[in-house]
């Protein structure tokens, strides 16, 4: 079965960097697109970041680029977030997702398989 176990989340201090990582199995990863999402307190889910099967295209929501950076090693069936010059508008509980296919698109409805997350607190 479909496993997402994510991993690598802490508290930060604002202007520090974490690195999130999502071990994946019961599927052929390498033929999957990822994404990762975040959930604050009291707030909706919102779209952080999509990688392509291959790792050749990603995607970002404003709110988070240039500041974090997607990336997947396909021989350890691995996506990883890294987030730099975290702001405390960045806390929440982060999730990674399992695409239907190779859409990496943001958004939620071609995701099909979630993490249970992982906590991100960034305060001084």
Do not use: H
């Given at each position: ?18 690195r ?16 990762w ?32 950076t ?6 350890k ?26 859409d ?21």
């Amino acid at each position: 079965q479909v496993q997402l176990v994510e991993s690598g989340g802490g508290l930060a201090q604002p202007g520090g960097s974490l690195r999130l990582s999502c071990a994946a199995s019961g599927f052929t990863f390498s033929s999957y697109a990822m994404g990762w999402a975040r959930q604050a307190p009291g707030k909706g889910l919102e779209w952080v970041s999509g990688i392509y099967s291959d790792g050749s295209d990603t995607v970002y929501a404003d709110s988070v680029k240039g500041r974090f950076t997607i990336s997947r090693d396909n021989a350890k069936n691995t996506v990883y977030l890294q987030m730099n010059s975290l702001k405390p508008e960045d806390t929440a509980l982060y999730y990674c997702a399992k695409s239907k296919g190779t859409d990496y698109r943001l958004g939620g409805e071609q995701y099909d398989y979630w993490g249970q997350g992982t906590q991100v607190t960034v305060s001084s």
